[in-house]
């Protein structure tokens, strides 16, 4: 079998994974956890997709096609461990925001005047609008232009709020990489848009607010057709 | 003019800049981020929110839907301050997650089969699942059950990290406050569903997938509504 081949039988093998990371879901009683379950997954997933450039430009238009379906299963798998996790990273976010806001010692931001925090101080003006601190830290770090005052030292942090931060980064990186094979997925289907456009049409088309359900019935038609047309039922 | 009055004002005022900040992201030139104007949109809003508990047991069923309406809102400019980072937050979760790899000295996980990176060593055997770092750093932290060794002390990191780490979480935020908004509107939107049903058939329904121009002329004409149930026209 050729590397193709294996493939589509790996990212079938997933699709049973995400059954029972689903099923998982609704048993409490069940000793591992749905994210590992989901995790694990993404691993297979990333296997098979590494067998071969199925992504590059010399891959065949069957290629591109499995591609596709791959990155939409990863998109929604890292989406739904990002919810699986999201209260945690809203706890930590919480915490580490607060951290961070009062280890800025540096006070040259003007306060928005709707930062009121209970007591309503008469009516804003449009005319006052001022950056508020949120957008300006958001952009300013990581790109060197913000003329830091010694950011080439280092500081030292909460052990508390090290393992936060490492917890937090792991969580959102789930979204992130959600987003990002989004992307690339629409992209490669671009390639292929009648396929997709049967596919969309015989299922229902799947969405970021797709369930695990539907994304496996989506992949796996996905992959019967592949499979059809490449000869290898 | 009553609180519920002011209120709806200050929405519709919102609903101004939201056009502004949506022009500004066509325009180039345009001094002012239309990241700043969104996040001054959402300081309006929770200004505005704040003038009265819209949200409460208590609040009359008007007020739970101008609740509804600012909580669709500051949701979407919420993902719409973080869809325009995005970029940034990919990038420094990368660096992040690669920091805290290696700071993470404890080796006691076991790694799973298929993060072979590259080199593909044999076939993956579905009964050599083992937790994934991933899943257990992201379900660790934070909760104090990990018995983490030295957990009260402090950590020095670098000066660069630390800033980074604070973007990271700035940027991260906005996705979380999305959900959550999200989830507050539905959840308070079932108390009303004829008028958002009434709504959804006048405009198109919200998703998250919704545009800025489609969240301005579905709140604003969601505004015009309470306006005029409440005799305020």
Chains 1, 2 share one sequence.
């Not at 008469?122 to 830290?137: D, E, F, I, K, Y």
């Amino acid at each position: 079998m050729d590397k193709f081949g294996k493939a589509v039988n790996y990212a079938d093998g997933a699709l049973s994974f995400i059954d029972c990371g689903n099923a998982m879901e609704r048993d409490p009683l069940e000793a591992k956890s749905p994210y590992t379950m989901y995790s694990e997954t993404v691993e297979l997933i990333r296997y098979a997709m590494r067998l071969k450039n199925f992504a590059s430009h010399s891959a065949t238009v069957a290629e591109k096609k499995l591609a596709v379906l791959c990155n939409r299963c990863l998109s929604l798998l890292y989406l739904r461990m990002f919810h699986l996790k999201k209260d945690h990273a809203v706890k930590y976010s919480r915490s580490l925001m607060e951290y961070f806001k009062n280890s800025a010692k540096t006070s040259h931001q003007a306060p928005s005047p709707w930062r009121t925090n209970g007591k309503v101080n008469g009516t804003p003006s449009p005319l006052s609008l001022s950056p508020s601190p949120a957008s300006s830290v958001g952009g300013g770090a990581g790109g060197g232009s913000g003329g830091a005052p010694g950011s080439s030292g280092s500081v030292a942090i909460p052990q508390r709020i090290h393992h936060m931060a490492a917890s937090h980064v792991n969580i959102t990186n789930n979204i992130l990489r959600s987003y990002e094979h989004w992307e690339t997925a629409d992209r490669l289907a671009s390639d292929s848009q009648e396929f997709f456009q049967e596919l969309d049409s015989a299922m229902e088309p799947l969405s970021q607010q797709s369930s695990m359900t539907e994304l496996v019935r989506y992949i796996r038609q996905g992959l019967h057709w592949l499979r059809s047309e490449a000869h290898l039922l």
